[in-house]
């Protein structure tokens, strides 16, 4: 059996990353919890992986659950508890893209850095070996608002008034057919 080294780069304006070692033979839910124990993140969020090109455009997904509402013969759907590492990425230099928390999207390119043939027998598989830089906290930093003051900055991020009225309406100010008059 081979142990597989991913390098796992959180997308940000510093470098941040870790270095994780996986036995080929695990799967990628084995990936996705350690992933998730090196930044510091727990596991109340959605999230998948994508095979990917040399350019990290998104190919094939693997998701955490099985939510295909229709059985479609040629969509194959990849869970991760369901699919080995290995059969998906076995060669140095495959990328792998990783989504984490779609509201409070967290994306982490990964690489597949080094292939080795030997486990350590006193290891417990899979780990983090190295890491760089600090992770940011799992939600962005949000200010106490209220939640009428929130539902305004919604309505004037959306282009309405702060009364809730739009701006553009050509209706405005008209209540029956003799204001159309």
Known sequence: MSIYKFRVLLESQEEIFRDIEIKSTQNFDDLHQIILASYGFDNSQMAAFYLSNDQWEKGQEI????????EK????????ADT???????????????????LNLRNFFIELMEITVKEDPNAFYPKVVYTQGEAPPQQPDVTEMSEEDMANELLKDAGFGE???????I????????DFQ
């Open 171 to 178: 209706f405005d100010g008209f209540d029956d057919f003799d």
């Open 63 to 70: 998701t955490l659950f099985d939510m295909q509402i229709e």
């Open 163 to 169: 009364d809730g009225s739009d701006p553009n309406d």
């Open 73 to 80: 013969e040629q969509e194959q759907v990849l869970v991760m």
């Open 84 to 102: 080995v590492i290995n059969t998906q990425a076995n060669y140095i230099g495959a990328h792998l893209l990783y989504s984490y928390d779609f």
